[in-house]
């Protein structure tokens, strides 16, 4: 489907960022320089009346971006927890874009929980109101169960949505290819795999089921922590377009001034939402992956309420071990051994200098410590690190994508609530206490017992496998092929040659 008319997509989008005014807003967020400016808008410009109009009512970039589709909203989300980055004007604009979106029709959704369901809407729910919260892939209704009166949230998929994701991302798989022509040295930073790793992401999102389970293991890793709380999942009325659970009560994470009026602490609640993820990401491998504000909620005794677990992230124990080291060098200043790290984690080329790798990340970790987080500006600093970076070959971890964007999501998140907050103050005893648990004596026998485990399992199959591998050693190895078959073996691999080529070339276009 990366076909021409996905050249139109990717147009449209430019166009329709001038046509709403969006363009001028994003330039003036990033301080972009006049010969940018002049650049862009005189590429742009004359093809404006391709851009679709979007909803007059709407901020600018709001409305461009809500005009665009849903993985262009998606992105927006990201970007309205970045005030650091975008600005304090352009990032409350976003955040509309949370769950404030035009709802469809209730009609609709209760047409789509009858046949999701299976059920009559009044077998199943005492009552049903309008959306109480639409975002970009579907919308939330407050109901109570028929029998019982218990409030709950139902949640119903957009119409149409999967279709429009899949259109969406199929214009980015373009992009990422056309960068990749234009511009050699991008692809060290693997754009087509990140694309593909947005795209599972994503479409793990458009099946409640999956969310469902989500929810469910989330809950059960997370029982025990303090002041943390989930809705519970609803089973007998959930499905793959419909989800329902308990009702979470409490004031949104983002209403600034309604917690300060209910009297919550924003200090504390903003260390706990980057204690909370850190532990989930070190401690159990699995996190919420989309943690920004119109996904909490604060209940009326301090608790933090998550939900929405349409995107949860996993990372295995030995990457979580290389994070937290990568953290924990830089939180006590050991750059050389954040060096290593990287080299022993094969994230850097065995070619490059350690210690002029470790003078590098000095010169990126250094501005850090001693500065409260309103005077970090997060886009110099990802500037840097991408300088950095090239210059050493590193190439992106697609297993850590959705690791890092969810880091700068939940602090993004905690400075709204606290903008003078340090991170690495917070984050140092949670790193520090998984060091202490995961690198050590105790570690090291767990690993032993895990490594015995595994070979235990396999054990009636170990004589076996050892005699086949002897017995292949011991063969002789096969012969030549006759002359005569090299012009044919060379026929095909012309042939496999020319059909590689041609597949190329279909993607392309």
């Known amino acids: 489907m990366r076909g021409p008319h996905n050249i139109l997509r990717l147009i449209r989008t430019g166009a329709t960022f001038e046509r709403t005014g969006a363009m001028r807003v994003v330039m003036d967020a990033l301080e972009a320089p006049p010969l940018l400016r002049a650049v862009v808008r005189?590429?742009?410009?004359?093809?404006?009346?391709?851009?679709?109009?979007?909803?007059?009512?709407?901020?600018?970039?709001?409305?461009?971006?809500?005009?665009?589709?849903?993985?262009?909203?998606?992105?927006?989300?990201?970007?309205?927890?970045?005030?650091?980055?975008?600005?304090?004007?352009?990032?409350?604009?976003?955040?509309?874009?949370?769950?404030?979106?035009p709802p469809f029709p209730t009609h609709e959704a209760k047409r789509e929980i009858e046949k999701e369901l299976g059920v009559r809407i009044d077998d199943a729910f005492a009552s049903i109101t309008d959306s109480v919260a639409a975002a970009s892939i579907a919308q939330v209704h407050k109901a109570h169960l028929a029998g019982t009166g218990e409030a709950v949230a139902v949640k119903v998929l957009r119409p149409g949505i999967e279709r429009a994701f899949r259109r969406d991302i199929d214009a980015f798989y373009l992009a990422a290819r056309i960068v990749e022509l234009l511009s050699p040295a991008s692809r060290r930073l693997r754009p087509m795999d990140v694309i593909a790793h947005f795209e599972g992401v994503v479409l793990g999102e458009l099946d409640l089921r999956l969310e469902s389970s989500a929810a469910s293991e989330f809950a059960a890793n997370t029982a025990k922590d303090e002041g943390f709380r989930l809705p519970?999942?609803?089973?007998?009325?959930?499905?793959?377009?419909?989800?329902?659970?308990?009702?979470?009560?409490?004031?949104?994470?983002?209403?600034?001034?309604?917690?300060?009026?209910?009297?919550?602490?924003?200090?504390?609640?903003?260390?706990?939402?980057?204690?909370?993820f850190l532990l989930h990401a070190l401690r159990d491998g699995y996190f919420h992956a989309d943690m920004h504000q119109g996904n909490l909620k604060v209940a009326a005794n301090g608790d933090i309420i998550a939900y929405d677990f349409g995107i949860m992230g996993h990372i295995d124990e030995y990457t979580r071990r290389v994070y937290a080291q990568i953290l924990f060098g830089f939180i006590r200043k050991d750059y050389r051994r954040v060096a290593e790290v990287h080299f022993e984690a094969g994230y850097v080329p065995a070619d490059q200098d350690v210690e002029e790798f470790a003078r590098a990340l000095r010169a990126v970790g250094e501005p850090i410590f001693g500065m409260d987080a309103s005077r970090i500006s997060m886009g110099r600093l990802l500037a840097y690190l991408f300088e950095v970076t090239e210059r050493f070959g590193m190439e992106t971890r697609t297993e850590l994508i959705l690791l890092q964007r969810t880091m700068v999501v939940v602090e993004g998140v905690a400075r709204t609530l606290?903008?003078?907050?340090?991170?690495?103050?917070?984050?140092?005893?949670?790193?520090?206490?998984?060091?202490?648990?995961?690198?050590?004596?105790?570690?090291?026998?767990?690993?032993?017992?895990?490594?015995?485990?595994?070979?235990?399992?396999?054990?009636?199959?170990?004589?076996?496998?050892?005699?086949?591998?002897?017995?292949?050693?011991?063969?002789?190895?096969?012969?030549?092929?006759?002359?005569?078959?090299?012009?044919?073996?060379?026929?095909?691999?012309?042939?496999?040659?020319?059909?590689?080529?041609?597949?190329?070339?279909?993607?392309?276009?």
């Open 42 to 101: 005189g590429v742009v410009w004359p093809f404006q009346w391709l851009g679709y109009k979007g909803d007059v009512t709407m901020p600018p970039a709001t409305r461009a971006l809500t005009a665009l589709g849903p993985a262009y909203i998606k992105f927006g989300q990201i970007l309205s927890t970045r005030p650091d980055v975008v600005g304090d004007e352009l990032a409350a604009q976003l955040r509309v874009l949370q769950d404030k979106l």
């Open 232 to 276: 519970e999942i609803k089973w007998a009325l959930s499905a793959r377009r419909v989800m329902t659970q308990g009702w979470a009560e409490g004031i949104g994470a983002g209403e600034v001034a309604a917690l300060d009026a209910a009297g919550h602490d924003r200090r504390r609640i903003a260390a706990r939402v980057l204690e909370l």
């Open 418 to 509: 606290d903008p003078r907050m340090n991170i690495w103050e917070v984050a140092g005893p949670i790193v520090e206490d998984y060091i202490k648990q995961s690198i050590g004596p105790k570690a090291l026998l767990r690993d032993l017992a895990k490594t015995a485990e595994v070979v235990a399992r396999f054990g009636p199959k170990l004589p076996q496998m050892a005699e086949d591998l002897l017995i292949r050693q011991s063969m002789p190895p096969p012969p030549p092929p006759p002359r005569n078959v090299w012009p044919a073996l060379g026929f095909m691999a012309l042939g496999g040659g020319l059909v590689a080529l041609g597949f190329w070339i279909a993607a392309l276009i």
